[in-house]
């Protein structure tokens, strides 16, 4: 059975953190997991991403060295740490699942993702 479900998201003021988990059910080492949001009105964003069987992770410019993505393939789960929040984090917060195009190297584009959680809602306000 493949299938992606999120947890976590809700309020936080800026400056703060929050962690998300994707428990993400029958994924090979040749999948990558991907987070990605979306805020109202705009084009859903990758942000970050990492191989079930390998070690190689990336993330886009607007989140590097605040987020960071970890896994537990004991546990299947896949996690993304938020720190430093700011505003403009708002938005709905997606985990996916897709093959990789070429082996262990993951990617944030939306278009290699086939397997999508219903999201999961981050709000930075005070």
């Known amino acids: 059975q493949l299938q992606v479900v999120e947890l976590g998201g809700g309020l936080v003021q800026p400056g703060g953190s929050l962690r998300l988990s994707c428990a993400a059910s029958?994924?090979?080492?040749?999948?990558?997991i991907g987070w990605f949001r979306q805020a109202p009105g705009k084009e859903r964003e990758g942000i970050s991403c990492?191989?079930?069987?390998?070690?190689?992770?990336r993330y886009a410019e607007s989140v590097k060295g605040r987020f960071t993505i970890t896994k537990d393939n004991a546990k299947n789960t896949v996690s993304l740490q938020l720190d430093s929040l700011k505003p403009e984090d708002t938005a709905v917060y997606y985990c996916?699942?897709?093959?990789?195009?070429?082996?262990?190297?993951?990617?944030?584009?939306?278009?290699?993702?086939?397997?999508w959680g219903r999201g999961t809602q981050v709000t930075v306000s005070s």
């Open positions: 990492l191989s079930v069987g390998g070690q190689s992770t």
């Open positions: 996916a699942a897709g093959r990789h195009l070429y082996p262990f190297i993951c990617t944030i584009d939306k278009g290699q993702y086939e397997f």
């Open positions: 029958g994924f090979t080492e040749d999948y990558a």
